[in-house]
Each structure stands twice: as C-alpha cells, then as structure tokens.
C-alpha cells in the first residue's frame, strides 16, 4: 500500500507545478502590445501588405492583429469586431489578391471546435521597425 501511494505522489507532484507553468499573461492586452513593440519604431500606416511575405500571425486579445513581415511588425488594430478577437482564435482570411487591406474582413474561428466565432474589419497597418543603434 505505501507503494502504491509513493506512486501516486510521484505522479501527482508535477501536476501541482503545471498551473503555474501555463498561467496566462497578467498584463493587460496593451500592455502584451506594448512589450512586443519595445525597441521599435512607428512608421506611417499602410492601406495594405503583402499577404504573401506574412511569416506570423498574433492575435492580441480584443486588440489588434500583428503581422510578421521579415523583422517588420504590422500592427493592425480592426476597424469593427476588436471585442472579438481572442488570443487563441484561428484567423480565416479570404482575399482574391496577394496583399490584405484595410477593406478586408478576417474571419474568426475557435481553436478548439473550428467553429466560427465572428469576424473583424481590418484598420489600417501601422509598421513597426526596429529603432536604429546610434
């Protein structure tokens, strides 16, 4: 019997640490932004970018969407259905061209179930490029 519960502590152990392991991020969704902007600079926003050279993705819960383009960073923040976006959503993008623009829609669909779960009216794409050494 005490091995049995020997075993059991063993096994339960680790489980004890994997909450804080997979907490979620505390900071608020700005300040998520914000840390992943640190070091770059603002350049002048874009009705569109090129689809094709997109290398990510990230959703900024509730935010705005950023675009890895090479080491440029396009941050979008939607014009309709910001309040929609979650951080674990898949984005759905349907275009005819190679580039996406602020007149596109991105649908929204749950991680899990693949079901759709709305959609946002992209804004216009503001690069962010990091800040040059002096």
């Given at each position: 019997?005490?091995a ?5 502590a063993?096994v ?10 997979f ?6 969704p ?6 992943l ?5 603002a350049g ?9 050279a997109?290398?990510s993705?990230?959703?900024?819960d509730?935010?705005?969407?950023v675009y890895r ?11 309709g259905?910001a309040?929609?976006?979650?951080d674990?959503?898949?984005l759905?993008?349907k275009t005819?061209?190679?580039r ?5 829609t991105?649908?929204?669909h749950?991680?899990t ?7 946002v ?10 800040a040059?050494?002096?």
């Amino acid at each position: 019997m005490p091995a049995i519960l020997a075993a059991a502590a063993m096994v339960a152990a680790p489980a004890a640490f994997a909450p804080a392991a997979f907490a979620k991020d505390k900071r608020t969704p700005e300040q998520q932004l914000e840390k992943l902007l640190e070091g770059r600079v603002a350049g002048a926003p874009q009705d569109c970018i090129n689809l094709a050279a997109t290398n990510s993705s990230q959703v900024i819960d509730k935010t705005a969407i950023v675009y890895r383009v090479g080491d440029t960073l396009w941050v979008n923040r939607p014009r309709g259905g910001a309040d929609q976006l979650g951080d674990d959503d898949i984005l759905v993008t349907k275009t005819t061209s190679s580039r996406l623009c602020s007149i596109d829609t991105v649908e929204l669909h749950d991680r899990t179930s693949h079901m759709y779960s709305g959609f946002v009216s992209l804004g216009e794409f503001v690069p962010y490029r990091r800040a040059k050494a002096r």
